[in-house]
């Protein structure tokens, strides 16, 4: 679809900003009002611009309201954690049109559930999915893919369900939580800080200057790759790190910590957790020895990036308990940096990946055009 410039850059500020008046459009794209006039014109004509309704002027004249149109279409956004998959579909100004969850292995059962949950007849823009993995290209220019066998599988059984022709973007799961919690979660106001996630797996996000660091490899923040064990006995392992701070490792550092005295063993991270909310001395005393672990890294964090502000997320990592132990361990090891609990959850990298698809579709129809990346 051909398009010019000024109603590319017209439809640009209108995803922005929702709804909007022609003046507000001006103001917004920076254009004279009669050349917004023509772009809008020519929006509607595509279906891309449709007036809303009206809005009282200072004056008491009432000026007409624009929001997007039908031919604007939608995207999808899909989370292909560890253990649940997570899809949501939003038009190009962010409006939530469709969500769905389930198990890791029902991904594409659950992407096809959250299509069909689209307006009729919506072209699809774009397409992110995050994934807990480094990205890399296809040979020959093949599309984006997960680098290594964590994500691959999942993700190839899941593409299936994608509709053919639809530009798919891959994301680091970890970035994507960190650029929802710039712009929605506990780092809004911020424009460097650090996403520590600790779940199953570990990874970082690095936001700089409002901008997530990906790196040369597209690897910037993979923390499960520094060496560990480091020792004069002992030779680091391959994601030694990720394996010593993963949830797993916490419960089987638990069960062989678990006396009989102190009761049935917990099975699960939350169980271990409730457990030191209720003073269970035990449980504690596993918590706080993980505190200090993830401290311990989050203080590697701070000697390389400096970033201020470490955002603790993931399964285990966004749990409130361990900050006083991170914060501690932090301040014995570093400089001062301010660490708090992630404000989204698990719904961090979902909506991260939704601000992705918006800012892709938006490109999709405007041919790079943008006002916020």
């Known amino acids: 679809m051909y398009l010019s410039e000024s109603a590319r850059t017209v439809f640009a500020v209108l995803a922005a900003t929702c709804t909007a008046t022609r003046p507000q459009l001006a103001a917004g794209a920076g254009l004279s009002k009669p050349t917004v006039s023509s772009a809008v014109a ?6 891309l611009a449709a007036c809303s309704g009206t809005a009282s002027g200072g004056t008491g004249r009432s000026a007409a309201v624009y929001g997007l149109g039908p031919a604007a279409g939608a995207v999808l956004a899909v ?55 480094v990205t890399t290209r296809g040979r ?9 066998a964590k994500a691959g599988p999942v993700f190839d059984a899941m593409s ?41 797996g570990i990874g970082l996000g690095v936001v700089i200057g409002g901008q997530v660091l990906r790196g040369a490899n597209h690897a910037a923040g993979e923390v499960a790759r520094l060496p560990y064990p480091w020792d004069a006995d002992r030779e680091p392992r391959h ?42 001395p ?6 706080g020895r993980h505190a200090a672990d993830v401290g311990r890294l989050a203080a590697a964090a701070t000697a390389v990036l400096d970033p201020g502000l470490i955002v603790l997320g993931g399964a285990v990592g966004s749990n409130p308990q361990l900050l006083p132990g991170v914060r501690a361990e932090l301040a014995r090891l570093s400089w001062p940096t301010e660490v708090v609990s992630s404000a989204l959850g698990e719904s961090g990298t979902v909506v991260g990946a939704s601000r992705l698809a918006v800012a892709r579709g938006i490109q999709t129809v405007t041919g790079g055009v943008r006002v916020e990346d």
């Open 282 to 287: 035990r449980a504690c005393d596993v918590v």
């Open 79 to 133: 989370d292909l954690g560890p253990s649940r998959t997570r899809v949501r579909g939003c038009a190009l100004d962010g409006t939530l049109l469709a969500e769905g969850a389930g198990s890791r292995p029902d991904a594409a059962a659950v992407v096809s559930e959250a299509l069909a949950g689209l307006p009729p007849g919506a072209p699809l823009r774009a397409v992110v999915v995050a994934v807990g993995d």
């Open 42 to 47: 020519e929006l509607e004509a595509a279906g």
């Open 160 to 200: 299936v369900a994608l509709p053919p022709g639809v530009p798919v973007h891959l994301e680091n799961n970890v970035n994507c939580a960190a650029l929802a919690e710039l712009h929605e979660g506990a780092a809004r106001g911020r424009d460097t800080f650090g996403y520590l996630r600790i779940g199953v």
């Open 239 to 280: 994601e030694g790190l990720e394996a010593h701070l993963g949830a797993g490792s916490l419960l089987r550092r638990a069960a062989g910590a678990w006396q009989d005295a102190d009761g049935p063993c917990p099975s699960t991270a939350e169980r271990l957790f409730a457990l030191a909310e209720e003073g269970h």
């Open 140 to 148: 020959e220019g093949g599309g984006e893919r997960p680098a290594t």
